[in-house]
């Protein structure tokens, strides 16, 4: 069946250090991709899109990269503060053509000052 | 507002019990979803409206969950005859012309 799914729930880090969050898809049809943040007691927040005619984007101190031969995402933090500390989804535009996000479990980001 | 509001923010009620959730999208946002998510879960799809008209409705797990978005804007989830199992964290989002979602804070919901 179609799912998002991420490789590892938790992920530490030292304060400074890049950090790379990674996805796996199987929905060869999605064609948009979004990474959400997700700290305790909130709502998701929104941090950066791709749409599957690019390989790569680039945002404020991230980039996400999407392989689509081997349907692999993955949200790189550069020099990874304290405040990145939270869950991290990544979801996936279904097929049909409504545009409903889907999200996986997560991944923990853990930030050591 | 600047952002996604839900109201209320924490609801604990007794099993058997109506329960309605207010959320008050982005002005201008035309798509608004519901979504629950459980402790340790991402969130799950409940309903998808675009207007006011519920496009998706897939995944309500049943019929004692309804949702409504009269005017194109507010929307309110209902669920009647609560269970334990409802208890979860309602989120709420609203995005512009198929846009990344933008979230609200949650309605914690604890069915005692």
């Known amino acids: 069946g179609e799912s998002v799914g991420l490789h590892l729930p938790t992920l530490s880090v030292q304060e400074g250090d890049n950090s790379i969050i990674n996805c796996a898809y199987s929905n060869s049809a999605s064609d948009y991709f979004i990474w959400y943040k997700q700290e305790s007691g909130k709502g998701p927040q929104f941090i950066i899109d791709?749409?599957?005619?690019?390989d790569k984007r680039q945002g404020q101190r991230v980039t996400v990269l999407l392989n689509k031969t081997v349907k692999h995402l993955s949200l790189q933090i550069a020099a990874t503060q304290p405040g990145d500390s939270a869950v991290y989804f990544c979801a996936e535009k279904r097929s049909g053509g409504s545009y409903i996000p889907t999200f996986g479990r997560g991944t923990s980001l853990i930030v050591h000052p | 507002g600047a952002g996604v509001s839900q109201t209320p923010s924490n609801k604990v009620t007794e099993k058997g019990k109506y329960v309605e959730l207010r959320c008050d999208p982005i002005s201008g946002h035309t798509a608004l979803y519901w979504y629950r998510q459980s402790l340790g879960q991402g969130p799950e799809f409940l309903i998808y409206?675009?207007?006011?008209?519920?496009?998706?409705d897939s995944g309500l797990p049943n019929d004692r969950f309804f949702a409504v978005r009269p005017e194109g804007s507010v929307s309110t989830l209902k669920i009647q005859r609560t269970e334990r199992g409802d208890s979860a964290v309602y989120l709420c989002?609203?995005?512009?012309?198929?846009?990344?979602?933008?979230f609200g804070e949650g309605s914690r919901l604890t069915v005692l």
């Open positions: 989002a609203s995005s512009f012309k198929g846009g990344g979602l933008f």
């Open positions: 791709i749409r599957s005619n690019m």
């Open positions: 409206f675009q207007g006011t008209g519920a496009a998706d």
